[in-house]
C-alpha cells in the first residue's frame, strides 16, 4: 500500500489536505466545546470513541495483536501523543484562541525535523529547511509581536502549555519511526490511542471529578466529529503517511492546519482576522511550496547523476 501511495503523490497529497482540512475544522469544536464540558472531560469523550471506533476496527478485520515487547512502545507513543498532547492543549484553550492554538501547537515541524535530523539522521536539504524557516516565520507573523513582550499570565501560561504539546508529539512521530513501523498503521492509531485515553481518564478523575457536563445535540456532534474523524480517521492515514514518506516533508505540511484553524476560527467563532495572520498564512503556504518544489528538484538530480 505504501509504495502504491507513494508513486501516485497525488494521493499522498489529497490525503494530506483532507488531514488538515480536518484537524483544523476540528479546533472550532474543541474550543466550542468547553461551553458543555471540562477541557479533560471532553479530551476523554473523544479520544475514548476514537480507541472505541479503532479497536472494534482492528476486532472486526481480525488482527493479530501486537507482540508482547510492543507494548511498551505504544504505551510510550500513547502517552506522548495523545495524554499530554491533548490534555495540554484542552486546558491551554480555556486561555488562548481556538486559531492561535492551533498555530502553537503546529510548531510541531520545527521540533519533528530537528529530532528527525539529530536521532533519525536523516537528511535535510537546502530547499526544504528554506522552506521550513519560512514556514515557522509565518508562525511567529500570525502570533505576532505580543509573544515577545509582557501579557496576560494567564495567557503565557496556555501558550506554554500547548508548545510543549506540541514538542511531546513530535516526539511521539520519531518514536514510532524508530520502535513501531513494523506494526500496521491501524494496530499502532487503536493502541496509542487506547492507552492515551487511560492517561486522559486519570487525569479527568484528579482536576475534574463532579463538574458538571452537559450532553446535547451540540456538544455529541462535537465528540463525534473531533473522536471518529480528527482523531480514528485522522491519526490513522497519519501514520500511513509517516511511513512512506520522510518526516520533514510530512511534518512541514503539517503547518496547513492552523492556516484553516485560522480561517475558520475567524469564519465561525468571530476570532479577529488580522494583517498578520493574512502574511502568515501565505509564508505558510509559500514555504510547504518551496520545500517541495526545490526538495524534489534535488531529488531528481541526484537520481539523474
Known amino acids: 500500500m505504501g509504495n502504491s501511495l507513494l508513486k501516485n503523490r497525488w494521493i499522498v497529497w489529497t490525503l494530506i489536505l483532507l488531514i488538515t482540512i ?32 479503532l479497536l472494534l476496527a482492528v476486532w472486526l478485520l481480525k488482527k493479530a495483536k501486537p507482540a508482547r515487547n510492543m507494548w511498551k512502545h505504544l504505551i510510550i507513543v ?9 490534555t495540554f492543549v484542552m486546558y491551554g484553550m480555556q486561555f488562548v484562541d481556538a486559531g492561535k492554538s492551533s498555530v502553537l501547537l503546529y510548531s510541531m515541524p520545527l521540533w519533528s525535523s530537528i529530532f528527525a535530523v539529530k536521532i533519525l539522521g536523516e537528511e535535510i536539504t ?13 508562525l511567529v507573523t500570525i502570533l505576532g ?3 515577545f513582550f509582557v501579557q ?4 503565557i501560561f496556555g501558550e506554554l502549555l500547548i508548545i510543549v504539546a506540541a514538542v511531546s508529539w513530535a516526539g511521539a512521530n520519531v518514536y514510532y519511526r524508530l520502535k513501531l513501523e513494523g506494526m500496521t498503521q491501524l494496530q499502532v492509531s487503536a493502541y496509542q490511542m487506547f492507552f492515551g485515553t487511560i492517561g486522559i481518564v486519570i ?7 463532579g463538574d458538571p457536563i452537559r450532553l446535547t445535540g451540540e456538544s455529541v456532534f462535537y465528540i463525534l466529529f473531533t473522536g471518529v474523524l480528527a482523531s480514528a480517521l485522522c491519526f490513522t492515514v497519519w501514520f500511513v503517511l509517516l511511513s512512506i514518506i520522510d518526516m520533514v516533508t510530512a511534518t512541514l505540511s503539517t503547518l496547513l492546519v492552523p492556516v484553516f484553524g485560522l480561517f475558520f476560527g475567524w469564519w ?27 526538495g524534489k528538484r534535488k531529488v531528481e538530480q541526484t537520481a539523474e547523476t
Do not use: C, H
Open 22 to 53: 480536518i484537524w483544523g475544522y476540528a479546533w472550532v469544536f474543541m474550543k466550542a466545546s468547553l461551553n458543555f464540558m471540562g477541557p479533560f472531560t471532553f479530551s476523554a469523550f473523544r479520544f475514548g470513541t476514537g480507541a472505541a471506533v
Open 78 to 86: 500513547g502517552i506522548l501523543q495523545t495524554t499530554i498532547v491533548f
Open 126 to 138: 537546502g530547499g526544504k529547511f528554506l522552506g521550513l524557516v519560512v514556514g515557522m516565520l509565518g
Open 145 to 147: 509581536w505580543d509573544i
Open 152 to 155: 496576560d499570565p494567564a495567557t
Open 203 to 209: 487525569a479527568t478523575l484528579f482536576a475534574e471529578w
Open 268 to 294: 465561525i467563532l468571530g476570532e479577529e482576522l488580522t494583517n498578520g495572520i493574512l502574511i502568515g498564512s501565505a509564508m505558510i503556504i509559500a514555504g510547504i511550496a518551496v520545500a517541495q518544489v526545490f
